[in-house]
Each structure stands twice: as structure tokens, then as C-alpha cells.
């Protein structure tokens, strides 16, 4: 029992250092498509409404670690403006925090992010479109460095004392700055049918994560992502999707598909129901891969509102401790939508 207790103390002691001296990675949401300013910061702006809001919620490992689950929220409105005939510019900020595990481990960071579509041929309802955008952002770090165990907690007997005295942590609390950059290309097909592909560097300016003197610099991460949606029928569509993100020594792939349904008398498609299976495939620790969870989506959408809803399956090998139980998402999208007749019909993010 003795030894027990020694080797969890050991252990915590061990993922607390990680937590703290390696550099930490990013956020995710299984909603991708449902995040899109935390994507890439050219689609800030690309809608076909003139204004958006968005909130993202997701608790993960909450059948591991119970109150101490990892939760993340995110918050965001963007809004296109006009340039001449057919270009946009877009403007938007976003508010997102994340904190996790016993140790408080949590970042809290806000941005403004820009974008201008230019459009590359055709007419509203063909036309191609190529997006830059760029973000700026200031983030906070902090650590609760009091819920920390450390060996010199130990009482010698295998056994954790609290009044035993343990490290000191120089800077549990530290701001740093973050730019990021991306681009996008989108087409449509008709008012109903669209492809887009993009890429951002985000952390181009690999702010130092330490919480000590050490100078350990956030790793940079490239985003891949394709999609798009598709009538296969008078009231059904498909919209495939994908996103690879490559940060430091990780990597990590998400791929699906939706399957939407039209609702009320016509082809509307502020009225519709989508239902969704996506895979996620990361890369092991040491060599490898593996697919982390299946991730089953829904999604409605009416009117001006959209409400989507996901669960991640877990099937890694921790899959033993948590019952397969991964993580569960919650977002809200609510789109204003003016007059306007112009410019080009865009994805329905």
C-alpha cells in the first residue's frame, strides 16, 4: 500500500511538471465548422449574413476526473463590410478561456481578428473568392500552484502530507502576446453547393511559456482544412469536412461527414437538421497513432438560430479508466441578417 501511494505521488508529481514546463498545447472542439474564428482568422467575416454570433462550450474527462474535468468556452462575433460591388472586409473578436485538472491549469485569452475576401471571377451565384486574414491577441496563463503536490510532501512513509513544505512556483500568473495568419479559398456552385479550403499559422510569434526563468516558447501550429456542401438531393445534402492541426512534436486529424436534412415546404436552408460521424487520429507520445475517439454530431438550424450538439467516443486506451467516455460539446450560432442583395453567396458556417 506504501509503495502505492508513493508511485501516485510520483506520477502526479510528474504530470504536474509536464503541465507546467512543457509548452502547452491548444484548445479543440470537435465543432470545428461551428468555431470558426478560432479556426482560421480568414473566415471572420465569410457568411452570408452581415453579422454572427457564436458561444462554444465543451467539458472533456469528466468520468476521469470528475470536478476537476477540462472545461473550455469560447465567444465570439464577427461582421462583414462592404467594399465596392463584390469584396468584403471582416472584422471580429473573440473571448476564450480553458482550465484544467486539479492544478487549475488555465488560459484565458481575447483577440481581434480581420479579413478581406477578394473576389476571383464569376458572378453571385458562381463565383470563387480567396480570403487573408490575420488576428492579434493577448493571452493570460495561470497556475493554482497551492493544489500542486510535490515529493517533498512526502512523509517518508509513502503517504502525502499537506504541512509538509513543497515548491515554489516564481510566476504562477504571466501574460504573453499571440498573432496568428491564415487564408482561405472558397467557391460556389450555386446557392446551395460550395467548396472551401484553408491554412493558418497561428503562434507566429512563439511567446515564452515558462513559468519560471526558463524560456520555453509556445510551438507554432499549422491548420489544414477543407470542406463543403452538397445537394444529392431536393431536401438532403452531405458536407464533408476535414482539419489537420501540426503543433511541435503533435499532430491530430479530424475527418466526417454530415448528413443534412431539409425542413418546412421548400429548400430552404434556414430550416434543417443535420446528423454527423466524425474520427479523430492523433499521433502516440512516443511512435505511432491512434484513433482517439469517434465523435457523433447534431445540428439544427432555423431562421437566423443554429444549435449543435456533440459526444466524443473515446477509444484510446484510456478508454479503460473513462468508459469510453470522452467529451461533449455544446455551441450556439445566432446570424443577423440585413437587406443586402449583393456580393456572393458564402459557406454555411
Known amino acids: ?26 484548445i479543440h472542439f470537435s465543432q470545428f465548422y461551428m468555431s470558426p474564428l478560432n479556426l482560421n482568422p480568414a473566415m471572420t467575416g465569410v457568411m452570408n449574413c452581415s453579422q454572427r454570433f457564436v458561444a462554444n462550450y465543451r467539458n472533456q474527462w469528466a468520468s476521469v476526473l470528475r470536478q476537476n474535468a477540462y472545461n473550455t468556452f469560447s465567444a465570439s462575433y464577427d461582421q462583414k463590410v462592404a467594399v465596392g460591388r463584390y469584396d468584403y472586409f471582416g472584422i471580429g473578436g473573440t473571448l476564450w478561456g480553458d482550465k484544467a485538472g486539479e492544478s487549475e491549469f488555465a488560459t484565458l485569452q481575447a483577440r481581434l481578428s480581420g479579413s478581406y475576401a477578394k473576389k476571383m471571377g464569376g458572378y453571385r451565384r458562381k463565383a470563387h473568392y480567396l480570403v487573408f486574414g490575420g488576428d492579434f491577441g493577448v493571452s493570460q496563463r495561470s497556475i493554482n500552484s497551492a493544489a500542486l503536490r510535490w515529493p517533498s510532501q512526502n512523509n517518508g512513509a509513502g503517504q502525502f502530507d499537506p504541512n509538509q513544505p513543497g515548491e515554489v512556483i516564481e510566476n504562477p500568473n504571466f501574460l504573453f502576446l499571440d498573432m496568428s495568419a491564415g487564408l482561405l479559398w472558397f467557391s460556389v456552385f450555386d446557392e446551395y453547393s460550395n467548396f472551401y479550403f484553408g491554412a493558418a499559422f497561428s503562434h507566429l510569434n512563439r511567446a515564452n511559456q515558462s513559468f519560471g526563468r526558463q524560456n520555453i516558447p509556445l510551438y507554432s501550429k499549422f491548420t489544414f482544412h477543407a470542406g463543403g456542401e452538397f445537394m444529392a438531393g431536393k431536401r438532403f445534402g452531405m458536407l464533408p469536412g476535414v482539419v489537420t492541426f501540426f503543433q511541435g512534436p503533435s499532430f491530430q486529424v479530424n475527418a466526417g461527414n454530415s448528413f443534412k436534412f431539409l425542413l418546412g415546404n421548400s429548400r430552404r436552408y434556414s430550416q434543417a437538421f443535420q446528423l454527423g460521424a466524425w474520427a479523430r487520429v492523433a499521433n502516440r507520445l512516443n511512435s505511432g497513432k491512434l484513433v482517439d475517439a469517434f465523435i457523433l454530431s447534431t445540428r439544427f438550424d432555423y431562421e437566423q438560430f443554429t444549435v449543435g450538439f456533440s459526444y466524443d467516443i473515446n477509444t484510446s486506451s484510456l478508454a479503460v479508466a473513462s468508459n469510453g467516455n470522452g467529451a461533449f460539446e455544446f455551441s450556439l450560432l445566432y446570424k443577423i441578417c440585413g437587406p443586402e442583395r449583393r456580393g456572393v453567396y458564402c459557406p454555411n458556417f
Open 1 to 26: 500500500m506504501k509503495k502505492t501511494a508513493l508511485r501516485v505521488s510520483v506520477l502526479g508529481f510528474v504530470l504536474c511538471l509536464l503541465s507546467v514546463s512543457l509548452q502547452a498545447q491548444d
